[in-house]
């Protein structure tokens, strides 16, 4: 059984960080594809950064610069690291992953309905 869960979400001021950790469990996680997605309330939800099982990122333009994701294919974890955030970043911070049938899952996948599982979500709230 697939599972993902979030952590480290809070309430940051303006300028400030946070690491956010998804713990994957029920897979071969080092062969997934893995995300980070956010939804703000009345929005939808958008992808933050990828990466897949060859390590090639993605980050959407919005947080270049600024967030950072990485992978640990020992501990079966995924970090999104957020550095000087915004207001704008408030949202929901979901872990999100893409299983493949057969073999490796490499490529640059944004769209929410190209990955299979999704975790609970996270918070973050950014406000001073």
């Known amino acids: 059984q697939v599972q993902l869960l979030e952590s480290g979400g809070g309430s940051v001021q303006p300028g400030g960080s946070l690491r956010l950790s998804c713990a994957a469990s029920g897979y071969s996680y080092s062969r997934a594809c893995m995300a980070w997605f956010r939804q703000a309330p009345g929005k939808e939800r958008e992808r933050v950064a990828t990466i897949d099982s060859a390590r090639q990122i993605t980050y959407a333009d919005f947080v270049k610069g600024r967030f950072a994701i990485s992978r640990d294919n020992g501990k079966n974890t995924l970090d999104l690291f957020m550095n000087n955030l915004k207001p704008e970043d408030t949202a929901m911070y979901y872990c999100?992953?893409?299983?493949?049938?057969?073999?490796?899952?490499?490529?640059?996948?944004?769209?929410?309905?190209?990955?299979?599982?999704w975790g609970q979500g996270t918070q973050v709230s950014v406000s001073s």
């Open positions: 999100a992953t893409r299983r493949t049938p057969s073999g490796n899952c490499l490529g640059s996948y944004v769209a929410t309905y190209e990955y299979n599982y």
